[in-house]
Nanobody, 118 residues
Framework: QVQLVESGGGLVQPGGSLRLSCAAS????????MAWHRRAPAKERELVAT???????SYADSVKGRFTISRDNAKKTVYLQMNNLKPEDTALYYC????????????WGQGTQVTVSS
């Protein structure tokens, strides 16, 4: 089993910043890719950013230039730095692990809520 625990969400004004963290534990040896997804009310889950075992990153067009994904392998933690937040970024953010960036697992954390509002 793999456990994923997200944190760092909150209420922020438009243009503000937040840094999300996701700590992984359990049987994660083969899960080298990590990602952030989000789900806004009444919308499908969206893949926001991915990072491979080698550190290669990719982003959804909607967040390019504003969000940065990074990882600390020693801490088994993935981060999502979110800058210049917009109301449309409001969602429940989840992290996920995968064998590769094309093979994601069914392990999910409880999510952390991000609300962007004035």
């Amino acid at each position: 089993q793999v456990q994923l625990v997200e944190s760092g969400g909150g209420l922020v004004q438009p243009g503000g910043s937040l840094r999300l963290s996701c700590a992984a534990s359990g049987r994660i040896l083969n899960f080298v890719a990590m990602a952030w997804h989000r789900r806004a009310p009444a919308k499908e889950r969206e893949l926001v950013a991915t990072i491979s075992g080698g550190g290669i990153t990719s982003y959804a067009d909607s967040v390019k230039g504003r969000f940065t994904i990074s990882r600390d392998n020693a801490k088994k933690t993935v981060y999502l730095q979110m800058n210049n937040l917009k109301p449309e970024d409001t969602a429940l953010y989840y992290c996920n692990v995968g064998l590769t960036t094309a093979q994601w697992s069914d392990y999910w954390g409880q999510g952390t809520q991000v609300t962007v509002s004035s």
